[in-house]
């Protein structure tokens, strides 16, 4: 039924679609030159192509189809007219399209990408070469080494690959692939280029639209050997997420007054409706200083400098059964039940409590990026180098939160949220007010810094092993992240906050509840408002939250690599090499031994966990030329990929409400992978490719996350005494202040083995403007204790028809990715599993001439939702909706 309907509305968006799509110039020579600059890397020789104008839908297809077929290695490319002209706002939107890589859409637009059915943590990302540093924007979430797209603005890359397959000049440390990353640089672009954008971007679910706009410029000199090129942009959207949420399950049996269903039957601990609002904003600019006074010497100086804007309002108004014992014992039904789950139920206006969650936060990322590369060719050998510094900072991630409850009878259902028995009453602020506490103000901090140094060293001879490259390179990664948090918020109800009516939201959910979908709405300036006019105390911050989530890491890598290159007589060619690297860690946190936390902290419990590793990974790429419109590839590699900062950390972020945590450990290694690739090509007509391809990886010491029970202090024993004194014997809770929790950490827990493939098929259709791309991965991967593996999807199918002819040109995306586990939807929650994907997205446009053109994109045509559950979909634990978006451009470029 999945499929009929998916294909279905393929077919109707396929005859709606096929209109224009303006494609900006981009000159073929850079991408000629980018292929003989790859090829100079690894000492072959190649032969400058003949300059031609890349522009459009199908020229683009054909660029990155010859970067694929040139490459000494297993790689798939994109280049601009792909990157700048999908239906998309970020890489990571044009990257769905390359075979093997998928996409979690949490917000509905992507941000980290997986490549052949890996975590996207387990791959690296780099922009000219160098790393680029990221911080959270997201209040309480924890830092990731997967690359964040989010960050960069299509208009300022040039190209990208993706490899799948190492070669020992690349850098370690992912186990699906490492992406490469190619700014515009000026000497590549024609003398004076400009080019820009404005925009529009609007969301139909918030029924708001929001302005964007880009501009590049590159000059150079006559000779062509000094160029300097700008890029910036300005972009805004618009994001509109709603919710229906479920916070755990329990036992009917935990409900002793209820009636209706046997005691084994599984319960919702709540029904949350979840409203998240926000404007993202992104200002970037990247400067390249480019100089080549001769063919031997050249020096490439960028700065990159990107500040982003994600304030948001989220508001979760959720039945939490089970947050003290009246609650429990207020639950006097239970019903509907299906898949051993009840669906319905009613608690009594005795002891019946509904919970309004209001958190107003503050985001502001800056990141900058200082990166300069040399290279020199001498008489049969080469030498470069690159050096630079990228730093990304958010100090004040702050949260203003509020939480009134309403204490009466309602009945909820899984589907259609609560009902209240008085509704008249609920629509009352006066009624929403304070259980003896009333929220807080919290703080966090986090910073990522990474500085690098490289050098290369390329000898090149006659025979069959032609080129000998090797280097060292040198990464310092520094990673802070800390949080304070300050009660003292005023008691009272939202008659006193402040109320600017009431909601409308869950309309994509047919049939929710009129009473949860249109409650009062607080608003975020009275939230605000309410919490900086308490009299909080900022001498004394929390000491739990403090101890739990602050702490540091650095970790300093140096690596060694040989390459050797070869070509035989024949036709096969390729690379062996061996890389060598040595990791120091040093990871600080808070060892309180199991006392209750205190600030100022004693400094015997700032414990920093000091750990070394060495590893020598070999690979090797062969690639046959069968025939003329035949290759072959086969590669092995060893390799390794560090799990995120926060997991190697002695770091505990709680829950105190669910009992939940989640945390890191500072004693875990690297996983460690035996990757193998094999691959058939035939390119069979032109800009035509039929390729199947056949990964398998071997993951040893893999890290798995546990959920243990520990003992933790819970700081609601400081801030709400009313609320702690029922808690204690309740969950484990002793006068102490310490409950039981269930918290998971990470393991280096066994191994796991990955394996799939890959079909890639790419044709346009003579000289009718119709053409098509496409392709479809299947992933296999389990641990050795039998678990899936994170973010893989089983299948995945990509199809995207396009027409261009004259000025007028189309091309529609289709997207598609089976269930697969993402992250657990709230503090140390089980990791919850995100049901089938379909993204539809199409792109519409005109040229006006050779130096104007308008396009309108849209995306996620069939309005998607985004459902995640807990091993069956019965136990639903989120469903999200995030409407469809467009976009207006009018494009120009001289």
Same mark, same amino acid.
């Given at each position: 039924?999945?499929?009929?309907?998916?294909?279905?509305?393929?077919?109707?968006?396929?005859?709606?679609?096929?209109?224009?799509?303006?494609?900006?110039?981009?000159?073929?020579?850079?991408?000629?030159?980018?292929?003989?600059?790859?090829?100079?890397?690894?000492?072959?020789?190649?032969?400058?192509?003949?300059?031609?104008?890349?522009?459009?839908?199908?020229?683009?297809?054909?660029?990155?189809?010859?970067?694929? !077929?040139?490459?000494?290695?297993?790689?798939?490319?994109?280049?601009?007219?792909?990157?700048?002209?999908?239906?998309?706002?970020?890489?990571?939107?044009?990257?769905?399209?390359?075979?093997?890589?998928?996409?979690?859409?949490?917000?509905?637009?992507?941000?980290?990408?997986?490549?052949?059915?890996?975590?996207?943590?387990?791959?690296?990302?780099?922009?000219?070469?160098?790393?680029?540093?990221?911080?959270?924007?997201?209040?309480?979430?924890?830092?990731?080494?997967?690359?964040?797209?989010?960050?960069?603005?299509?208009?300022?890359?040039?190209?990208?690959?993706?490899?799948?397959?190492?070669?020992? !000049?690349?850098?370690?440390?992912?186990?699906?692939?490492?992406?490469?990353?190619?700014?515009?640089?000026?000497?590549?672009?024609?003398?004076?280029?400009?080019?820009?954008?404005?925009?529009?971007?609007?969301?139909?679910?918030?029924?708001?639209?929001?302005?964007?706009?880009?501009?590049?410029?590159?000059?150079?000199?006559?000779?062509?050997? *000094?160029?300097?090129?700008?890029?910036?942009?300005?972009?805004?959207?618009?994001?509109?997420?709603?919710?229906?949420?479920?916070?755990?399950?329990? =036992?009917?049996?935990?409900?002793?007054?209820?009636?209706?269903?046997?005691?084994?039957?599984?319960?919702?601990?709540?029904?949350?409706?979840?409203?998240?609002?926000?404007?993202?904003?992104?200002?970037?600019?990247?400067?390249?200083?480019?100089?080549?006074?001769?063919?031997?010497?050249?020096?490439?100086?960028?700065?990159?400098?990107?500040?982003?804007?994600?304030?948001? %309002?989220?508001?979760?108004?959720?039945?939490?059964?089970?947050?003290?014992?009246?609650?429990?014992?207020?639950?006097?039904?239970?019903?509907?039940?299906?898949?051993?789950?009840?669906?319905?139920?009613?608690?009594?206006?005795?002891?019946?409590?509904?919970?309004?969650?209001?958190?107003?936060?503050?985001?502001?990322?800056?990141?900058?990026?200082?990166?300069?590369?040399?290279?020199?060719?001498?008489?049969?050998?080469?030498?470069?180098?690159?050096?630079?510094?990228?730093?990304?900072?958010?100090?004040?991630?702050?949260?203003?939160?509020?939480?009134?409850?309403?204490?009466?009878?309602?009945?909820?259902?899984?589907?259609?949220?609560?009902?209240?028995?008085?509704?008249?009453?609920?629509?009352?602020?006066?009624?929403?007010?304070?259980?003896?506490?009333?929220?807080?103000?919290?703080?966090?901090?986090?910073?990522?810094?990474?500085?690098?140094?490289?050098?290369?060293?390329?000898?090149? *001879?006659?025979?069959?092993?032609?080129?000998?490259?090797?280097?060292?390179?040198?990464?310092?990664?520094?990673?802070?992240?800390?949080?304070?948090?300050?009660?003292?918020?005023?008691?009272?109800?939202?008659?006193?906050?402040?109320?600017?009516?009431?909601?409308?939201?869950?309309?994509?959910?047919?049939?929710?509840?009129?009473?949860?979908?249109?409650?009062?709405?607080?608003?975020?300036?009275?939230?605000?408002?309410?919490?900086?006019?308490?009299?909080?105390?900022?001498?004394?911050?929390?000491?739990?939250?403090?101890?739990?989530?602050?702490?540091?890491?650095?970790?300093?890598?140096?690596?060694?690599?040989?390459?050797?290159?070869?070509?035989?007589?024949?036709?096969?060619?390729?690379?062996?090499?061996?890389?060598?690297?040595?990791?120091?860690?040093?990871?600080?946190?808070?060892?309180?031994?199991?006392?209750?936390?205190?600030?100022?902290?004693?400094?015997?419990?700032?414990?920093?966990?000091? #750990?070394?590793?060495?590893?020598?990974?070999?690979?090797?790429?062969?690639?046959?030329?069968?025939?003329?419109?035949?290759?072959?590839?086969?590669?092995?590699?060893?390799?390794?990929?560090?799990?995120?900062?926060?997991?190697?950390?002695?770091?505990?972020?709680?829950?105190?409400?669910?009992?939940?945590?989640?945390?890191?450990?500072?004693?875990?290694?690297?996983?460690?992978?035996?990757?193998?690739?094999?691959?058939?090509?035939?390119?069979?007509?032109?800009?035509?490719?039929?390729?199947?391809?056949?990964?398998?990886?071997?993951?040893?010491?893999?890290?798995?996350?546990?959920?243990?029970?520990?003992?933790?202090?819970?700081?609601?024993?400081?801030?709400?005494?009313?609320?702690?004194?029922?808690?204690?014997?309740?969950?484990?809770?002793?006068?102490?202040?310490?409950?039981?929790?269930?918290?998971?950490?990470?393991?280096?827990?066994?191994?796991?083995?990955?394996?799939?493939?890959?079909?890639?098929?790419?044709?346009?259709?003579?000289?009718?403007?119709?053409?098509?791309?496409?392709?479809?991965?299947?992933?296999?991967? !389990?641990?050795?204790?039998?678990?899936?593996?994170?973010?893989?999807?089983?299948?995945?199918?990509?199809?995207?028809? %396009?027409?261009?002819?004259? =000025?007028?040109?189309?091309?529609?995306?289709?997207?598609?990715?089976?269930?697969?586990?993402?992250?657990?939807?709230?503090?140390?929650?089980?990791?919850?599993?995100?049901?089938?994907?379909?993204?539809?997205?199409?792109?519409?446009?005109?040229?006006?001439?050779?130096?104007?053109?308008?396009?309108?994109?849209?995306?996620?045509?069939?309005?998607?939702?985004?459902?995640?559950?807990?091993? #069956?979909?019965?136990?639903?634990?989120?469903?999200?909706?995030?409407? !469809?978006?467009?976009?207006?451009?009018?494009?120009?470029?001289?």
């Amino acid at each position: 039924m999945i499929i009929r309907r998916n294909l279905l509305a393929l077919s109707i968006v396929t005859a709606l679609s096929f209109q224009g799509l303006a494609q900006a110039e981009v000159a073929a020579g850079a991408n000629a030159d980018a292929n003989a600059e790859a090829a100079a890397a690894d000492g072959r020789d190649t032969q400058q192509l003949e300059e031609v104008v890349v522009k459009g839908i199908r020229q683009s297809l054909k660029a990155s189809l010859d970067t694929k !077929r040139e490459a000494e290695a297993v790689v798939e490319s994109i280049t601009a007219e792909d990157i700048g002209k999908f239906p998309n706002t970020n890489v990571a939107e044009a990257m769905a399209q390359i075979p093997g890589v998928t996409i979690d859409r949490r917000f509905g637009q992507g941000e980290r990408v997986s490549i052949d059915g890996t975590d996207p943590s387990l791959n690296l990302s780099f922009i000219d070469g160098h790393p680029v540093a990221q911080s959270i924007w997201l209040y309480g979430e924890q830092p990731n080494r997967g690359f964040d797209f989010t960050l960069i603005a299509p208009e300022i890359l040039g190209r990208l690959e993706v490899y799948k397959s190492p070669e020992a !000049r690349l850098p370690e440390g992912s186990i699906g692939g490492t992406i490469l990353m190619h700014t515009r640089k000026p000497l590549d672009l024609d003398k004076n280029t400009l080019s820009g954008s404005v925009g529009y971007s609007y969301s139909d679910q918030a029924s708001k639209g929001k302005p964007n706009a880009s501009i590049l410029y590159s000059v150079k000199n006559d000779a062509e050997t *000094f160029g300097l090129a700008v890029a910036a942009q300005h972009y805004e959207e618009q994001v509109d997420r709603q919710g229906i949420e479920i916070f755990g399950y329990v =036992p009917a049996s935990t409900f002793t007054n209820a009636t209706g269903v046997s005691g084994d039957t599984m319960v919702p601990n709540s029904v949350n409706a979840a409203w998240f609002q926000q404007t993202r904003k992104r200002n970037s600019a990247v400067v390249n200083l480019q100089l080549k006074p001769s063919e031997d010497f050249e020096a490439n100086l960028s700065g990159m400098y990107i500040r982003e804007n994600f304030d948001n %309002y989220n508001q979760s108004m959720y039945s939490y059964t089970t947050w003290l014992p009246s609650t429990v014992a207020a639950v006097d039904q239970l019903g509907g039940v299906r898949g051993g789950v009840a669906q319905t139920g009613h608690s009594s206006a005795d002891g019946g409590a509904v919970i309004y969650d209001n958190q107003a936060r503050q985001s502001e990322v800056t990141t900058k990026g200082l990166d300069l590369n040399l290279q020199y060719r001498g008489d049969g050998w080469d030498v470069g180098g690159q050096i630079g510094r990228s730093k990304s900072e958010n100090p004040n991630i702050t949260q203003w939160f509020i939480e009134p409850v309403y204490f009466g009878g309602f009945s909820w259902d899984t589907s259609r949220g609560v009902t209240f028995d008085d509704p008249a009453a609920a629509r009352n602020p006066a009624n929403w007010k304070d259980a003896g506490w009333m929220g807080n103000r919290g703080i966090f901090s986090s910073e990522g810094e990474d500085t690098y140094g490289q050098v290369d060293f390329s000898k090149h *001879f006659e025979g069959v092993f032609h080129t000998l490259q090797v280097g060292y390179r040198h990464n310092k990664h520094e990673e802070a992240y800390g949080l304070y948090v300050y009660g003292g918020v005023r008691l009272g109800s939202l008659a006193d906050v402040g109320t600017i009516g009431y909601a409308d939201t869950m309309g994509a959910f047919d049939g929710f509840s009129y009473d949860h979908g249109h409650h009062v709405y607080v608003g975020r300036d009275n939230v605000i408002d309410w919490v900086r006019g308490s009299p909080i105390n900022y001498s004394a911050p929390d000491p739990g939250s403090t101890i739990n989530n602050t702490w540091a890491l650095e970790q300093n890598t140096d690596a060694f690599y040989a390459q050797l290159n070869f070509q035989t007589e024949g036709q096969l060619h390729g690379n062996f090499g061996l890389r060598y690297v040595d990791t120091e860690t040093d990871a600080s946190g808070y060892n309180p031994g199991g006392a209750a936390p205190v600030l100022p902290a004693p400094a015997s419990w700032w414990q920093t966990k000091n #750990s070394q590793y060495d590893k020598v990974l070999p690979s090797f790429n062969l690639i046959y030329d069968a025939a003329d419109d035949v290759v072959l590839r086969f590669s092995g590699a060893k390799v390794i990929a560090w799990a995120p900062y926060n997991q190697m950390v002695n770091n505990t972020f709680l829950n105190d409400s669910t009992l939940t945590g989640a945390g890191g450990n500072a004693d875990l290694g690297p996983y460690e992978s035996t990757n193998f690739n094999l691959s058939a090509e035939w390119y069979f007509a032109e800009s035509s490719v039929l390729a199947a391809s056949v990964f398998y990886k071997d993951v040893s010491n893999y890290i798995d996350r546990i959920a243990r029970i520990e003992r933790q202090y819970n700081s609601i024993r400081d801030n709400n005494p009313d609320q702690w004194g029922a808690l204690v014997g309740f969950h484990g809770c002793t006068a102490d202040g310490f409950c039981d929790y269930s918290v998971s950490r990470p393991y280096n827990a066994g191994s796991a083995t990955v394996k799939g493939f890959n079909l890639n098929y790419q044709q346009p259709f003579g000289e009718t403007g119709f053409g098509v791309a496409a392709n479809y991965t299947y992933a296999l991967g !389990r641990t050795d204790q039998g678990n899936p593996m994170p973010y893989q999807s089983k299948n995945a199918l990509t199809i995207s028809p %396009y027409y261009e002819k004259g =000025p007028f040109s189309a091309r529609l995306n289709y997207n598609f990715r089976s269930k697969y586990l993402a992250g657990g939807y709230v503090a140390g929650a089980a990791p919850a599993s995100v049901d089938n994907y379909t993204e539809v997205g199409a792109s519409l446009g005109w040229n006006f001439n050779d130096n104007f053109g308008v396009t309108l994109d849209a995306s996620n045509l069939t309005d998607e939702k985004y459902f995640q559950y807990l091993g #069956s979909k019965d136990y639903v634990a989120g469903k999200y909706s995030t409407g !469809r978006r467009y976009m207006l451009t009018f494009r120009a470029g001289f």
